[in-house]
């Protein structure tokens, strides 16, 4: 498969594996952060922690927008739709995501009108296809799919389509890195910086990091050799003890970013004051809505929304986790009460989430090893 | 399952305490395993329990039978490379021959939605009648029920089959043995993704065709080649790969180690698993099966498949260890490796 395949060559791996041998100080220990739930993903998927040195340590961050969705926001818009007029759709990643009453999936076992689509335009040939419906879309992402909500409103706006809305619970990636290294108990050395989102801002928006807080970062690809490279190209930096924005990813990032797809959001969008953050808290600025043109469109303003506020439970330690404080296991947690079945944290939530992750593939994993290393 | 003394306890032992049903449970994973054993089987089975295997195989009068039944459900109803009459032929004649028996009769129940149209209906007997030809199976009887229009998806079709044991074969996991070779009859996922893509919300195209056929000829020749080394078989219809071989890591106590070099998907099945995030182990296949055998015997049997007209792409896959126990660990060709678990729920694109 083109663009797949010469990123997978085993060959290459190897060689860059010993690459990351050599380059790795053994007297150190290295914690790189990886911004992106999906590269926590594809880390997992193709076991690249088995063939790391030990001394590197992979810390997943915040970049799975699931995960970070407080869960009144999912009540919020689970609310909307409990009127039965009203079509709910969004994507697969939300709907086995809990609500205090259940999933989305959950609530169309019930009986609510419930659809997966594969895209925000999916939704306005809905509410085009069923005109004495009502069609809000769950929108949830980063600026990885804040520009595809964005050209949907656009087109609703244009085409003066009435029975559609957005609920908006798209969130910004800065803010959160920020919160991250503002945080007084964080021990990150660098950055792998997320590719999805960079495709849209670029990367200058991480020049801070690197200018104010001296930490390396660098845009990755999915692949694993993209992932591989992207710790060569830190280790150097941190090796020369410089600290710069690169990009791996060159054959999709610009450095400038996409500059149709932020003129679609800057027209769409507006900046909250400040937005809730499972495992974080509240962050100043760091999410969207929908701008006062957009106004007929925006679910929040349509309908009553309840404003529904469900703290985690005080034991969960998604924050702490999510800093590279704790590894999941580390949490109290972890693996009785808070599993993927029952997530009772933030992290547990979405197979991108690294408690999810984690459980799924290393949990059991060392599990197994120990047991196999207590029979042999 | 473990076994036990069914005299021990009359008071059946309900563990099922999900509050409805929910589509998951359809969906052939870890939930449909939660429903099946926690409900079904506490209320309804007597004696001993068993693995849960694709057929039961019992004595009646002296003659040893096999007998199974199954449900199709299917969205579209015609997709390409077959339709639901189809399937409701060869999902049932199939798991009978994993089971180790060939199917000698099976009876079918429609059930049909007010409106819809006598020539869809016909199309589908028509393709249920050519099945059966090709699978040497006679349909010898039925029963048709209607329900109001809006009730359900147009039709549904339940077929119910008895076989009678291939000479030679004995299909338990509890046989599998640590060396024991894995192996699979053909490229996986085709089926799944073919009806993803023929629901047409997508907006994807690929030259893919679903893979339902019956498997009994592949069986026939193998047990007659190997009978005594085939060990376990399954077709991995619902759950895909990934839960079957779980299923058989679970009853048999073992590791499954498998190479994910050498698991055949075509690329346009791959390309669609790549786009919606799916693994192609978890998605369904309605033409392929799975089977364990004896290391000394894996060469022959795989030759026999490779021979025939559909099993070319027959290889091996993997094998059996004493580790990880009870878990399905898969070598990544970079020398990583990760657990594959049985599918959670139905398999949801992921976009972000």
């Known amino acids: ?376 | 399952v473990s076994p036990k003394d069914a005299s021990a306890s009359t008071a059946p032992k309900i563990r099922f305490r999900e509050p409805q049903i929910e589509m998951a449970h359809g969906a052939g994973g870890i939930a449909s395993r939660r429903l099946i054993e926690g409900l079904f089987v506490p209320l309804l089975s007597s004696g001993p329990l068993q693995p849960l295997g694709d057929a039961a195989h019992l004595r009646l009068n002296g003659n040893l039978i096999a007998i199974t039944t199954d449900s199709f459900v299917v969205k579209p109803l015609r997709f390409p490379g077959g339709s639901i009459g189809e399937l409701a032929v060869n999902g049932t004649v199939n798991d009978l021959a994993v089971s180790g028996a060939k199917a000698e009769a099976l009876v079918t129940t429609f059930v049909l939605e007010a409106g819809l149209a006598t020539s869809v209906l016909q199309a589908e007997i028509e393709a249920m009648a050519s099945a059966a030809a090709k699978a040497g199976v006679r349909i010898v009887g039925g029963d048709t029920k209607v329900v109001e229009h809006g009730k359900a998806d147009s039709m549904y079709i339940s077929t119910t089959g008895i076989g009678s044991p291939l000479a030679g074969l004995e299909i338990n996991a509890a046989s599998v043995r640590p060396g024991d070779k894995i192996l699979v009859s053909g490229p996986i996922g085709d089926h799944g993704i073919t009806i993803l893509l023929a629901r047409g919300e997508l907006d994807l195209e690929a030259d893919l065709f679903s893979d339902t056929r019956s498997l009994l000829p592949f069986i026939e020749t193998i047990s007659q080649v190997a009978g005594p080394s085939i060990r376990w078989m399954r077709d991995p219809t619902r759950g895909g790969v990934a839960t079957s071989l779980n299923e058989l890591a679970r009853d048999c106590g073992l590791g499954i180690v498998l190479r994910e070099d050498a698991i055949p998907v075509r690329n346009e099945v791959r390309g669609a698993c790549e786009l919606l995030g799916l693994d192609p182990l978890h998605i369904a296949n309605e033409g392929q099966f799975l089977a364990v055998v004896a290391a000394e015997s894996a060469d022959t049997i795989l030759s026999a498949l490779q021979k025939m007209t559909g099993g070319e792409q027959a290889c091996l896959i993997g094998e059996v260890q004493e580790q990880p126990a009870g878990a399905v660990l898969i070598t990544t060709q970079y020398g990583g490796t990760r657990i594959i678990d049985m599918l959670v729920g139905d398999p949801l694109p992921r976009i972000c």
């Open chain 1, 1 to 376: 498969m083109k663009f797949v395949d010469e990123f997978r060559d085993p060959e290459l791996i190897h060689k860059t594996a010993e690459e990351i041998q050599r380059l790795a100080d053994p007297a150190r220990h290295y914690r790189l952060m990886e911004v992106c739930g999906g590269h926590t993903h594809a880390i997992y998927r193709f076991g690249l922690k088995d063939i790391l040195p030990s001394n590197i340590e992979l810390i997943h961050g915040p970049g799975c927008p699931v995960c970070v969705l407080p869960m009144g926001r999912i009540d919020d818009g689970l609310s909307i739709a409990q009127n039965s007029n009203v079509i709910f759709t969004a994507f697969g990643d939300m709907m086995r995501v809990p609500g205090t009453h259940g999933s989305p999936l959950e609530h169309k076992a019930r009986g609510m009108d419930v659809r997966i689509v594969y895209s925000p335009a999916d939704a306005i040939k809905l509410a085009k296809a069923n005109p004495e419906k009502h069609v809000m879309f769950f929108a949830i992402g980063f600026e990885t799919t804040a520009p595809s909500t964005a050209l949907v409103l656009q087109r609703a706006k244009k085409e003066n389509l009435r029975n559609f809305s957005i609920f908006c619970n798209h969130v910004t990636i800065i803010p959160a890195i920020r919160a991250i290294l503002d945080s007084p108990d964080m021990r990150i050395d660098g950055f792998i910086g997320p590719g999805h989102v960079s495709t849209v801002i670029g990367c200058r928006p991480y020049e801070w990091i690197a200018k104010n807080e001296r930490k390396p970062i660098v845009v990755s690809g999915f692949e694993p050799l993209d992932l591989l490279q992207s710790i060569v190209m830190l280790l150097r930096q941190l090796r020369a003890g410089e600290s710069r924005v690169e990009n791996q990813y060159k054959r999709v990032v610009p450095w400038e970013g996409n500059i149709a797809a932020l003129r679609a959001m800057s027209d769409v969008f507006e900046l909250r004051p400040y937005f809730e953050w499972r495992g974080l808290g509240f962050i100043s600025q760091s999410a969207l809505r929908l701008s006062e043109e957009y106004a007929e469109w925006d679910s929040e303003r349509l309908f009553a929304i309840p404003g529904i506020r469900v703290t985690d439970p005080k034991a969960a330690q998604c924050g702490e986790v999510l800093k590279g404080v704790l590894k999941p296991a580390q949490c109290k947690l972890f693996g009785n009460e808070c599993t993927p079945e029952h997530p009772i944290g933030a992290l547990m939530v979405s197979s991108e989430g690294s408690c999810a992750a984690y459980y799924n593939y290393e949990h059991r994993k060392a599990a197994l090893l120990t047991s196999l290393g207590a029979s042999a």
